[in-house]
């Protein structure tokens, strides 16, 4: 009985180093899920392919973005304000239209709670700065 | 806010460049540009420079100054690397050239190097070339 569970490690432990050499990426049922609750018409398996292929291309570009902006405050941290500007460098965020807005529209309630500071009982409000 | 006689000279102002820029680009291609071309141009040139002065306002606040330099100009042009690389290679010839005029400056009279008119500056910054200069 013993020999075939310890053979089971092998083809695993495989497995895991081939998932190592790829790349971190959104889960591709997550960018499914969104992509397909926004368009409202079915979708070809291939085309959520190329929406795969567009989201990986997108973060690599946010990212290269994110670096110039924060180099360009002379900073070396990532912060919001560096992705307000990118935002508003999309045309996402406007006068118009303020981050806020945007947060309150499409973040669900316990990512909204961590960006939008809110007041509660006992005269205070959370997240403290 | 300008008064509405500024703008239309602006716009008087930039179709006429635009103008001479076309017609340099028609004698090099051999075509013709229609009137109505030439006008479509100088009025996306000057809304386009709308969302410039805008995103270059954005940029320089973003590095806590209130002066738009060179570094947020080439920021503008990221979005395409022919256009960065130019612009790169404009701004380093453009800070050498002033290297060399303000050594000049220096051998000729300190006296001489006063305040520059603020309307002068204010052109500096929108050509985004001179903008190092003040």
Do not use: W
């Not at chain 1, 996402?92 to 303020?98: A, R």
């Not at chain 1, 499409?106 to 961590?114: F, G, I, V």
Request: hydrophobic fraction near 35%; glycine fraction near 4%; charged fraction near 30%.
């Amino acid at each position: 009985q013993r020999s075939p569970l310890r053979a089971k490690p092998v083809p695993k432990s495989s497995a895991a180093s081939q998932r190592k050499i790829r790349e971190p990426e959104v889960a591709s049922s997550l960018i499914k899920k969104i992509f397909s609750h926004y368009v409202k018409m079915p979708v070809a398996r291939d085309a959520f392919k190329i929406v795969e292929k567009c989201s990986e291309r997108y973060f690599k570009q946010l990212s290269s973005d994110l670096e110039a902006y924060t180099n360009h405050a002379g900073r070396k941290t990532v912060e919001m304000a560096d992705l307000e500007v990118l935002m508003r460098r999309q045309g996402l965020v406007t006068d118009k239209m303020p981050l806020y807005v945007l947060i309150e529209r499409y973040l669900p309630l316990e990512y909204r709670k961590l960006l939008i500071p809110v007041a509660v009982s006992g005269n205070k409000v959370i997240p403290c700065k | 806010v300008a008064a509405p006689g500024s703008f239309q000279r602006l716009k008087a102002a930039v179709h006429y460049t635009v103008g001479c820029l076309c017609q340099e680009v028609a004698e090099d291609k051999d075509v013709q540009f229609s009137k109505q071309t030439i006008a479509a141009i100088s009025e996306i040139t000057f809304r386009q420079c709308d969302n410039f002065a805008k995103d270059l306002e954005m940029f320089a606040r973003h590095a806590k100054r209130s002066t738009v330099t060179t570094e947020d100009v080439k920021l503008l042009a990221r979005r395409s690397s022919s256009l960065l690389k130019y612009i790169t290679q404009k701004s380093e010839e453009i800070t050498s050239s002033n290297m060399e005029q303000k050594e000049k400056k220096k051998k000729k009279s300190s006296a001489a190097k006063g305040g520059r008119p603020s309307g002068e500056q204010e052109a500096a910054v929108t050509e985004s070339e001179d903008s190092n200069m003040a």
